[in-house]
């Protein structure tokens, strides 16, 4: 059976196609599928794969790296092989550490979106089956509905009202009816391919069936791939450290080319170039932060493995980053807010009964599968049903049917009953009563305080009216024209509690500075009935309705997004405008479950999605919850900000000191003819104070961090670094006054010890806002690395290797006030420092917003 392309099949029947295609209506068998997925494959549309390689190569070919490999190998060159080994060393355990933690983290991602493939039901055997769609092969009869992502290339064989949304290949964004009819003449467009299902476009509404006739590569989808390219999507706390990387590289060459000219300048003539040039490599080493891509990829690893404890499971690692920045989180109330375990709470009519077969009869599903289980306003309605109810039921047959739209609010159906054709709409009660013209004034005003009572205790309404039809014919009857003239009308009250979580939840959310809205297709009665039990609103005027929303300016548009909390009655659209105006001034997140919530997905800065949502929204979306609750998502937006804390941390941790070093010494290599450190001793602190770097992304983070969102704030980071970084540069410059007139060696050990033992320190005041000793405990490994660092400082020069290899003296005892007063000068001026700066922001900001 050869491949076909798609237009051969628009011009031929459904009967056709199945010959052409070796199937039939009941599917192929189980021995035909064996034999097909030989031949033809998996159902894949192959992607760039991530190998190992490729992980590896890019761990080298970082900006860092690359300057590290330059200057070993100029090491090599000039004989100096003990410190290229050492810079080889630590290329070693930067590239060797990144290199396992992205590729596990490669390795968990890819095996998370595997456990999150698409199912689709396929008839094989006559008997219908959920299966991974990668399973699928040509000649497969597959039944689609509302929500459903295309999964293969396929032709309709079947159709009821079934309209697909192909804006993903064509860019059209109206929906285009599909039929099962063969067309007039083949096409090759895809536009006009009316009876052509495309792989990755979306069933918008309606239901079919299809057969196969392309999988994986042979699609059309397959065949542009190459064409396309994934754009990988950089979080803010990337973006934020690639550019304090550059600014770290170009302040550093800059200042060396400064220095060379300056020592050029002063001795010219008796300048020794290969050991300036040397001198200068290793100061530079010492200033530039080669782990900083190891610990954003360690920060965000271990984010995601907290988040996935917790059933949170993150389909893009960088969008952890961005978690932590969210402060505004909209939401519809069911499933999140409530329990989503709706019940039949009462019902108003002249006949219960007859209104409650009425709304099961008209639902799309009446069985339940392991596959699709019931879920929501049909699960609540079957277990209202009695032994009596249900022998009724069986004597109605379901002739055609529409599905629920979000713009529509309503459906229809058309049942038969003993030579009795009736139409049945459902839906929203304001858009039912309007077409139920025998109702009289007095009794639209009892219905509408019945739906206020109910509503204001929290319950839902539902609508069922019905008409019978005096001439039914399938083919020709137009349900949407005949909607109009009911003539009988009941009502159903649901209730849905509210989970047990969601007041302390919401509580807890306004804690951490994140605004939560509403946004639901409910009344306005039940949003607000929610809204005021979780203490969200207190004035029911407040409550905006989708309508109004849409009805008003742009700037009164962007008014009600910033200072409403619950808007009712709202449709995808509407969603997607609120949230666009949310934009402007929050960074936004949003949970969407639904068929139409796919755009404001995208459009979003943080998507969240429920495992069982749509197909459609779940692809959108970039965090799934397997289980639907509020507090899983603000559990990601803490664990977000806890990845930007540490981030940020290490940023201050390692450039502060190292940028103090950096200028303290390479002042001193101009006073002295003898370089203040030499190359080896500057790459062993190097590596040295990197070591508890490592043990950043496992540090502890006090609630007093994360109480607000967070931004990759380079300017707070910027400022904090310069103010260390001077008061390392004074530290460093009392050692070299104090010891410049000693011994080289004396000079250049004393400057290791306090150099290598002043880091440390900095990594407990930068770890909090907070006097360092009211600060949470760190982490063990944190330290014990620490504690290794600083134990190594003070042996080391005591040591044969310390004098042989790294050219150390014995530290004299008359030495020791000095060292040890640097020491504690450091740690007292960069507290007070540190104290006082974020004292004198605290109070800028109280007086901006005392402005505002």
Known sequence: MENKDFSFYTAISPQETLASLQSQEQGLSVNDVSERIKVYGLNDIKEDEITWFHILKNQFLTPFMGIFFVIALAYIFTNQIAESILIFIIITLNVGIGFFQEYRSNTSVQLLKKSLMSNITVKRDNAEHNIPINQLVPGDIILLYAGDIIPADCRFIATENIAVNESSLTGESIDIAKTSDALPNATTEMHNAHNIGFTGTVIAQGKGAAVVIATGQNTVLGKIAHLTSTAVTQSNLEKGSAAIARMTIYLIFFSLLIIALVHIILRHGSINYIDLFLFAAALAITAIPEGLPMVITFCLSQGASALKKNDVIVKRLSAIGDLGSVDVFCTDKTGTLTENALSVENIYGQSPDDTLIYAVISSPSQTATKESPIKGFDLALQKKLTPENKQELEKYTKLKETPFTPQKRQCWAV?????????????????????????????????????TQEELQGNRILAVATKNIAQYNHTAYDIEHEDRDYETLGLIAFHDPLKSTALTTVQKAKQLGIQIKILSGDSKNVCYTIAQQLGLENNLDNVVLGADFEKSSEEQKTFLANNRSVFARVNPEQKYQIISHLQKNYSVGYMGDGINDAPALKIAHVSFAVNDAAPV???????????????????????????????????????????????????????????????????????????????????????HEIAKPLTYDMTD???????????????????????????????????????????VIFIFLFRTHLPFFKASKPSPLLIGLSLFVVATAIILPFTTIGHKIFLFSSPKLEHAPWLAGVIVFNLILAEGVKLLYYHVKQKYKKTIQKSL
């Open 415 to 451: 049942v038969h009953k003993d030579e009795i054709h009736t139409l049945i709409v459902k839906g929203s009660p304001e858009i039912i009563v309007q077409k139920c013209t025998f109702l009289h004034e007095a009794e639209k005003e009892k219905i509408h305080a019945w739906i």
């Open 617 to 703: 929204a779940r692809e959108a979306a970039e965090i799934i919850l397997l289980r639907k609750s509020l507090s899983s998502v603000i559990l990601g937006i803490e664990e977000g900000r806890k990845t930007i804390v540490n981030t940020l941390k290490y940023t201050k941790m390692t450039n502060a000191p190292s940028f103090g070093h950096f200028y303290a010494l390479a002042i001193a290599s101009i006073i002295i003819d003898y370089p203040p450190m030499l190359p080896m001793q500057l790459l062993f602190l190097n590596l040295l104070t990197d070591l508890p770097m490592i043990a950043i992304s496992t540090d502890s983070v006090s609630n």
């Open 717 to 759: 980071a910027t400022i904090l670094i310069c103010l260390f970084a001077f008061i390392m540069f004074i530290a460093d410059l009392t050692i070299f006054l104090v010891f410049k007139s000693h011994f080289p060696t004396t000079l250049q050990t004393s400057w290791f010890m306090t150099s290598t033992i002043s880091e």
